[in-house]
């Protein structure tokens, strides 16, 4: 399957040379993932004009706020572990936050869950922030000196309200509740299981640094290419990293193991906490053409709803979008000011094409748990015609119901013997369900929540 997208090399690379052109770039480098491979990566321009020098694979790129997908990635992990709360109040964790301005309500409304979505209303930037003069304060601990003048702007849940602050915010949160620095845990519990060894923050170690591209200023009135002002310090939670196309596509492809089960070596989330972060939390826009997840965002092209993250910094915009039902991914990064996201959707739309028209080798399905043997058949409630399957299917114990097409709760073990849970994505999702046995053991009824359904046996003739 993986050979039906390389196949679309030349109008990947096509794409990617127009791309540069149309918006008049230093250069750009791009990959497109599938399965578990970066099945096509290139490059055209230059990564560094002055020294001729082309882009590939292995140029470093700042790609900015895309490292709020690491952080957002450190976050759950904690909470896999237990060690925070998603609905925690961020004061809980970091108490200077008591004297930030909360006209809307007390400072718990700003909650993790929300800074991580972009929904907590807390302002966008640091105190003093100025992006037109490269003022920006990347220490944490100055700007919670400065607490009193960090606000909440508009009512938490009420909008779509982007905050470097908030990220920045979350990156303390994951040294005080780990006592690691930020960057040593991402490091260790992130880039190091997945083998990122070209993704770190500044200061580069020598190695990288010599194969970073220069960023570029946007064109005025002019071809000439200026160097893009570089900042007195770079941020690192909200968007401190420097990455390449190998890289980017390790980390898309980390993202494609939804069905991975429990965290573990290149397994840095559990699958579940993966669509987790996914999953679209609210609508962005009223053409509900973008909605907002856990640290990603989602954009909907056609009936495609791509999730993806975009990052931009003096000199560098970069954008990285996958499709997990697929394992389709795309990467683009520029060391110019141009529209990266669009460029990275077109590849990942002709990937997403080519690997739906591929046809998918044959695999023997998954066997059946000799223990659940007893528990599929036929479940009713002849009392308001209610008739579900319980079936193994697709390697899961799921429940169907014919009259209703779009319910099919898979069911997880849960502790003791017939019991499991219903897993997300359905109203009864989190709640019991439970099988009960005659006493001489035959399956007898199944409970589905608050509903108890009878058991129906084949007659024997």
Same mark, same amino acid.
């Given at each position: 399957?993986?050979?039906?997208?390389?196949d679309?090399?030349?109008?990947?690379e096509?794409?990617?040379a127009?791309?540069v052109?149309?918006?008049?770039?230093?250069?750009?480098?791009?990959?497109? %993932?599938?399965g578990?491979?970066? *099945?096509?990566? $290139? /490059? +055209?321009?230059? #990564?560094?004009?002055?020294?001729?020098?082309?882009?590939?694979?292995?140029?470093?790129?700042?790609?900015?706020?895309?490292?709020?997908?690491?952080?957002?990635?450190?976050?759950?992990?904690?909470?896999?572990?237990?060690?925070?709360?998603?609905?925690?109040?961020?004061?809980?964790?970091?108490?200077?936050l008591r004297?930030?301005?909360?006209?809307?309500?007390?400072?718990?409304?700003v909650?993790?869950?929300?800074?991580?979505?972009?929904?907590s209303?807390?302002?966008?930037?640091?105190p003093?922030?100025d992006?037109?003069?490269?003022?920006?304060?990347?220490?944490?601990?100055?700007?919670?000196?400065?607490?009193?003048?960090?606000?909440t702007s508009v009512?938490?849940?009420?909008?779509?309200?982007?905050?470097?602050?908030?990220?920045?915010?979350?990156?303390?949160i %994951?040294?005080r509740?780990?006592? *690691?620095?930020? $960057? /040593? +845990?991402?490091? #260790?519990?992130?880039?190091?299981?997945?083998?990122?060894g070209?993704?770190?923050f500044?200061p580069?170690?020598?190695?990288l640094?010599?194969?970073?591209?220069?960023?570029?200023?946007?064109?005025?009135?002019?071809?000439?290419?200026?160097?893009?002002?570089?900042?007195?310090?770079f941020?690192?939670?909200?968007?401190?990293?420097?990455?390449?196309?190998e890289?980017?596509?390790?980390?898309?492809?980390?993202?494609?193991?939804?069905?991975?089960?429990?965290?573990?070596?290149?397994?840095?989330l559990?699958?579940?906490?993966?669509?987790?972060?996914?999953?679209?939390?609210y609508?962005g826009?009223?053409?509900?053409?973008?909605?907002?997840?856990?640290?990603?965002?989602?954009?909907?092209?056609?009936e495609?709803?791509?999730?993806?993250?975009?990052?931009?910094?003096?000199?560098?915009?970069?954008?990285?979008?996958?499709?997990?039902?697929?394992?389709?991914?795309?990467?683009?990064?520029l060391?110019?000011?141009?529209?990266?996201p669009?460029l990275?959707m077109?590849?990942g739309?002709?990937?997403?094409?080519?690997?739906?028209?591929?046809?998918?080798?044959?695999?023997?399905?998954?066997?059946?748990?000799?223990?659940?043997?007893?528990?599929?058949?036929?479940?009713?409630?002849?009392?308001?015609?209610?008739?579900v399957?319980?079936?193994?299917?697709?390697?899961?114990?799921?429940?169907?119901?014919?009259?209703?097409?779009?319910?099919?709760?898979?069911?997880?073990?849960?502790?003791?013997?017939?019991r499991?849970?219903?897993?997300?994505?359905?109203?009864?999702?989190?709640?019991?369900?439970?099988?009960?046995?005659?006493?001489?053991?035959?399956?007898?009824?199944?409970?589905i929540?608050?509903?108890?359904?009878?058991?129906?046996?084949?007659?024997?003739?």
């Amino acid at each position: 399957m993986a050979s039906s997208v390389a196949d679309l090399a030349g109008r990947f690379e096509e794409k990617v040379a127009a791309f540069v052109k149309e918006y008049r770039l230093p250069g750009a480098a791009a990959g497109v %993932v599938h399965g578990d491979e970066l *099945v096509w990566s $290139g /490059g +055209y321009g230059f #990564a560094d004009v002055g020294q001729l020098r082309a882009p590939d694979a292995r140029t470093l790129y700042r790609i900015a706020s895309i490292t709020k997908t690491f952080t957002a990635t450190a976050i759950m992990q904690l909470r896999d572990e237990g060690r925070l709360h998603l609905d925690d109040p961020a004061v809980a964790h970091i108490p200077e936050l008591r004297e930030a301005i909360s006209p809307f309500g007390p400072v718990e409304t700003v909650t993790i869950r929300r800074m991580l979505s972009h929904e907590s209303g807390l302002q966008g930037d640091p105190p003093g922030t100025d992006w037109t003069q490269d003022l920006y304060e990347t220490s944490v601990e100055r700007n919670l000196a400065r607490a009193a003048e960090i606000a909440t702007s508009v009512p938490p849940n009420t909008q779509q309200k982007y905050s470097n602050l908030a990220f920045q915010l979350l990156g303390e949160i %994951v040294a005080r509740v780990s006592g *690691v620095p930020y $960057g /040593g +845990y991402v490091a #260790a519990n992130i880039l190091e299981p997945l083998g990122l060894g070209s993704t770190a923050f500044a200061p580069l170690p020598d190695q990288l640094a010599a194969r970073a591209a220069v960023g570029y200023q946007a064109r005025w009135m002019s071809d000439d290419l200026a160097p893009a002002n570089r900042l007195a310090s770079f941020p690192q939670a909200e968007g401190g990293l420097w990455s390449c196309v190998e890289d980017l596509a390790r980390w898309l492809v980390a993202q494609f193991a939804e069905d991975g089960g429990d965290r573990g070596g290149a397994q840095i989330l559990a699958g579940s906490s993966l669509k987790e972060m996914h999953r679209p939390r609210y609508l962005g826009d009223e053409a509900w053409t973008q909605a907002w997840c856990i640290g990603w965002y989602a954009v909907r092209k056609g009936e495609d709803v791509w999730t993806q993250h975009s990052g931009g910094l003096p000199g560098f915009i970069t954008n990285a979008c996958f499709r997990a039902k697929e394992k389709v991914g795309a990467i683009a990064l520029l060391n110019g000011i141009g529209p990266a996201p669009e460029l990275a959707m077109s590849l990942g739309e002709l990937a997403l094409e080519a690997a739906r028209a591929a046809v998918e080798p044959a695999r023997p399905p998954a066997p059946m748990p000799p223990a659940y043997a007893d528990l599929v058949g036929l479940y009713a409630d002849p009392a308001d015609g209610m008739l579900v399957r319980c079936e193994w299917r697709d390697g899961q114990l799921t429940l169907l119901d014919a009259e209703q097409p779009t319910w099919h709760p898979s069911l997880s073990p849960a502790e003791g013997p017939d019991r499991f849970t219903a897993d997300p994505g359905f109203r009864e999702s989190g709640e019991p369900v439970e099988f009960h046995r005659s006493p001489g053991g035959r399956v007898r009824a199944v409970r589905i929540g608050p509903f108890s359904l009878s058991r129906f046996d084949p007659v024997q003739e």
